[in-house]
């Protein structure tokens, strides 16, 4: 007759694959968390040196973006691994959009709703980015401060739903 299994291995089989598992999830948010090169933080920390709560990610092979606070406002900005700064972005209100952008938008896309904005800045550029939307259609718009429209293009509904 072969030995009876006890109910006590089987639950602590079971804990100690929950206790595995538990160590398995721990490591792999630790892991997620990223450093910058020293070339980018020391650029980033030159340009911002108030940032508070920030934290980095690898966007493409050569740019790094960090997620901060500046005087309360959630802010983005993007740098190259040699330390080169190439954009910020942060949300603002639809009522903080000059006239002249809102009178463009207004008269170009009749009808649209204005879903978010942002003030976006580059070295060679600072506008808005702004993004539209009527039934089904999502636009994202980029316009200087004087309202002209710099680039428009259409949101594909898979990049609409990662950015949620």
């Known amino acids: 007759m072969p030995p009876k299994k006890s ?33 980018v933080n020391n650029a ?23 997620e901060f606070k500046l005087n309360g406002v959630e802010y983005s900005a993007n740098f190259l691994n040699d330390g080169t700064w190439k954009e910020t972005e942060h949300e603002i209100k639809v009522s ?17 709703e204005i879903e978010g904005a942002e003030m976006t800045e580059t070295p060679e550029f600072s506008g808005y980015e702004v993004e539209i939307e009527k039934g089904e259609e999502t636009i994202e718009v980029v316009l200087d401060k004087s309202g002209k429209i710099i680039k428009k293009k259409v949101v594909e509904e898979e990049e609409d739903e990662d950015e949620d």
């Open 44 to 66: 980033f920390k030159a340009k911002f040196p108030n940032a508070k709560y920030v934290e980095w990610e690898k966007e493409k092979e050569t740019e790094w973006e960090a």
């Open 96 to 112: 903080e959009l000059p006239n002249s952008v809102r009178n463009t938008l207004s008269t170009e896309f009749s009808g649209y």
């Open 7 to 39: 109910s006590t291995s089987a639950f602590g089989l079971i804990i100690d694959l929950t206790i595995f598992s538990i160590n398995l999830v721990g490591f792999s948010v630790m892991s997620c968390a990223q450093s910058a090169p020293t070339k």
